[in-house]
């Protein structure tokens, strides 16, 4: 890799390894140590191709979750099943994985603009905008950003937008696997809110169960499902449908209500 080589984002790839080598480093220990990361279905990850592969996930914390998955998908890429121990898989990082993140949220510090330089694919909410509703058209040069970087890699993405749980998906994301027709890998990830702040760059609690569960793709009929049935069949795979909340525990829907007013006042 010659020093200088560049993504198609124009980031430099010399300084992105660097960047997630000491990023996981400084970031291992609140997945193994402070609190224990229980890892379900890696396998799949060694399955799938080098490009054009769409996670979903359920969205818990601004910069934690992906976190977990930079950490998460290189252990599996270096042949460690279910597990991240020993941070020797962080030497050789895979440099074309991206995640989808709010523009506001990637440049409202110094921390979040050296997580965005890692890959993020920066883009404005059309919904919310600095804490307030909004209702504006989609930017094409985000749209073309994701299918630029499907094209050189693997993308994650949260198609609800936000933290809150059980928040409607957005139909966005469903026009993208239906017009650029991804390998679609869900995950459903659990614990982060309780063991994280709401930022996901301050440990809360210690010993909290987290867990990081990876689906088989799911089965798309690109060309004949539409855009109502995608999204439904993403609410069912993130495990975010209405029907998950009449068999989700009282705390968790106590979360969800304190996450509710958290927002609110925000």
């Keep these: 890799m010659g020093l200088f080589k560049r993504n198609p984002f124009g980031h430099i790839l010399f300084i992105k390894k660097w960047l997630i080598r000491i990023l996981g480093l400084m970031t291992h220990r609140r997945f193994r140590g402070f609190n224990e990361l229980q890892i379900e279905g890696s396998e799949i990850i060694k399955s799938i191709p080098d490009t054009n592969v769409l996670f979903i996930s359920n969205h818990q914390t601004y910069f934690a979750d992906v976190i977990a998955m930079f950490h998460v998908f290189n252990a599996s890429l270096n042949g460690r099943l279910d597990s991240i121990k020993n941070v020797g898989y962080l030497w050789n990082p895979k440099l074309n994985m991206y995640y989808v993140a709010a523009k506001e949220t990637m440049k409202s510090g110094l921390i979040p603009k050296i997580f965005a330089y890692t890959g993020s694919i920066s883009i404005e909410r059309t919904w919310r905008s600095q804490g307030k509703d909004v209702n504006r058209q989609v930017k094409m040069s985000d749209i073309t950003n994701i299918k630029k970087a499907l094209d050189d890699g693997w993308v994650v993405?949260?198609?609800?937008?936000?933290?809150?749980?059980?928040?409607?998906?957005?139909?966005?994301?469903?026009?993208?696997?239906?017009?650029?027709?991804?390998?679609?890998?869900?995950?459903?990830?659990?614990?982060?809110?309780r063991s994280f702040d709401k930022k996901g760059l301050r440990v809360k609690k210690k010993n909290v169960y987290q867990s990081f569960e990876i689906k088989e793709p799911l089965k798309i009929d690109y060309e004949n499902e539409s855009i109502a049935e995608i999204v439904e069949k993403i609410e069912y795979a993130i495990e975010q449908h209405p029907s998950f909340l009449k068999v989700i525990p009282q705390e968790v829907l106590e979360e969800k209500e304190r996450l509710n007013r958290e927002q609110r006042e925000w």
Excluded at 158 to 172: D, E, N, V, W, Y
């Design 157 to 193: 993405t949260f198609p609800q937008g936000t933290t809150t749980p059980f928040k409607p998906i957005r139909k966005g994301t469903a026009h993208i696997i239906k017009q650029y027709k991804p390998i679609v890998v869900p995950i459903v990830i659990d614990g982060f809110r």
